[in-house]
């Protein structure tokens, strides 16, 4: 049996795992009575959620392409995106998912260097539209993370958020050159490598957002709707449950919260974080005995039948040695001009 189909069959155990361990935690006598109550048509609702959201990140995706000289149909944008869901759950810490953009935007005809800061862009989009969220979001949750007040948390966003325009100002102008060099000390040279490409890429990237403003603020906003119609697969799995008084600006902050921290987990996909921490923070909102069977739903909806589509172009387009030539793009990525 070869690497990728014995990485293929732990990733699905580990899933299933999980999953079961959530459900079975959380079933009680009332999940029977609220399952049989369920509206299938909800189903439908979240599945045109997450499909929005695909188009929504494939037409970004597009825009940005074309910000960069460069073009690409729809459908290869599709492929980028579904790739990149495969790769990510498949990696730990999500870290094979820019490769993944990588390989399928070269195959497209997007130039290596090109296709590097594409990757990187997409990534600080998103990130920097969930930060800019987080202070609305602590300004309306008073009880997100028990035990730590919200004056904390908006002081650590509002911190975040500045250090984080402070980078973009001081990587724009060389400031940080000298400081990434004497960070990269402290790691062997493979990881130096990796630091030395990362920040390349994000120098370059940065270069792009400076170059075309007003595309790259489309590009904002579509990242933002990509963003909120995934995560509006959980008010219409609610919905089904027949809830309709939930505060649903605070159902929307927690998924913006979660997904946030799911950027800077260690585990595939965020896999078994991403399940605990929507058990721990929509215990309030579900009904009785159905947080887990919920949380379970949401992942299947919004990453493991992405995943399974994002196989299926893989296989097609790279075939079953693909994860050889993930080794050898990532270093052209690491060793690129």
């Known amino acids: 049996m070869n690497k ?6 732990l990733l699905v155990l580990f899933v299933f795992a999980i999953s079961f361990a959530v459900i079975y935690t959380t079933v009680d006598i009332h999940t029977l009575s609220n399952l049989t109550q369920f509206h299938t048509w909800s189903l439908f ?22 910000i960069s000289g460069e073009k690409i149909t729809l459908y290869q944008a599709v492929q980028v995106i579904f790739g990149n869901y495969f790769l990510a759950l498949l990696t730990p810490g999500a870290t ?26 997409r990534m600080l989009g998103s990130i920097f539209f969930l930060a800019l969220c987080l202070p609305f979001l602590f300004l309306h949750d008073t009880g997100i993370i028990p035990g730590v007040q919200n004056e904390v948390l908006m002081t650590v966003t509002f911190t975040g958020i500045l250090a984080i325009v402070w980078c973009i100002w001081g990587v724009k102008h060389g400031y940080l050159d000298y400081t990434i060099i004497r960070i990269s000390k402290f790691f062997n040279i493979k990881r130096r490598r990796r630091i030395f490409a990362f920040y390349r890429e994000t120098k370059r990237a940065i270069d792009l957002l400076f170059h075309a403003p007003k595309a790259m603020f489309v590009f904002f906003i579509e990242s933002g709707l990509n963003l909120l119609c995934l995560y509006a697969i959980v008010p219409a799995l609610l919905l089904g449950l027949g809830v309709t008084d939930a505060d649903w600006y605070m159902v929307m902050g927690r998924m913006i919260f979660l997904n946030f921290i799911l950027y800077f987990t260690p585990t595939p996909g965020g896999s078994g974080v991403a399940e605990g921490g929507f058990v721990f923070l929509f215990s309030d909102f579900v009904p009785l005995g159905m947080v887990g069977i919920i949380a379970v739903t949401w992942r299947l909806i919004a990453e493991y039948l992405p995943f399974f589509i994002g196989f299926y172009f893989t296989i097609k387009i790279f075939g079953h040695d693909f994860l050889a030539k993930h080794s050898e793009t990532a270093k052209e990525f690491e060793e690129s001009d």
């Open 4 to 9: 990728f189909y014995r990485r293929l069959i």
């Open 45 to 66: 609702l979240a599945i045109f959620a997450a499909l929005l959201g695909m188009f929504f990140d494939g037409s970004r995706l597009m825009h940005l392409v074309k």
């Open 96 to 121: 094979g998912g820019a490769v993944a953009q990588l390989m399928f935007l070269r195959r497209a005809g997007v130039p290596t260097g090109k296709a590097a800061v594409l990757v990187v862009v």
